[in-house]
């Protein structure tokens, strides 16, 4: 399974690019699964929720995970959340893995980036995050830029970074 991450602060459009990136990528015959990292308690698929948007967009599985538990519903009743490499692993295969959060972990990420937030660019300092989806330009000379709503223009920078 090829894996790609959505990464970036609060607000700054992660789900909604997850969202129409999973829409892409099936509507071009891909099969999609995403896992979610929740920093909070949550419970699992309800209308308007992010876990019930991927599901909704084509998503094959959504695996969600916090601190308190994660889901394919397991509930972890106090021990450590898993890594990432665990979650991957219960997953069925598909052709693309997109991963929301997980700023820290290894894998390749595009990250999405509000002005409003107020938030510094993450990107400066993570040879990880391979581009931006913003919506104002950034100064950023050396990764590609796209904007924010440009859902088939960051598809094809993952699909060729992938070779998809």
């Known amino acids: ?9 609060k607000n700054a459009g992660k789900t909604g690019l997850m969202e129409r ?5 099936t ?24 876990s019930h948007r991927h599901r909704q ?11 308190n538990r994660w889901a394919l519903m397991t509930e972890l009743r106090g021990t450590p959340e898993p890594p ?17 959060g997980w700023k820290r972990d290894t894998h390749p990420k595009v ?22 989806a913003c919506d104002t330009p950034v100064d950023l000379p050396d990764r590609p830029q796209f904007h924010l709503d440009a859902t088939a223009a960051v598809a094809d920078f993952i699909a060729a970074e992938l070779d998809l």
Request: glycine share 8%.
């Open 57 to 67: 967009a084509g998503a094959h599985q959504v695996l969600l995970s916090s601190a």
């Open 84 to 100: 990432l490499s665990e979650l991957l692993a219960r997953l069925d295969p598909v052709d693309l893995v997109l991963v929301e």
């Open 111 to 132: 990250e999405a980036w509000r002005a409003a937030t107020g938030n510094p660019l993450i990107a400066p300092g993570d040879p990880t995050i391979r581009a931006v």
């Open 27 to 50: 509507a071009r015959g891909l099969t999609v699964s995403t896992l979610k990292h929740a920093h909070h308690t949550f419970d699992v698929d309800h209308p308007g929720k992010d």
């Open 1 to 9: 399974m090829k894996l790609y991450g959505v990464t970036g602060w």
């Open 21 to 25: 990136l999973v829409a892409e990528f």
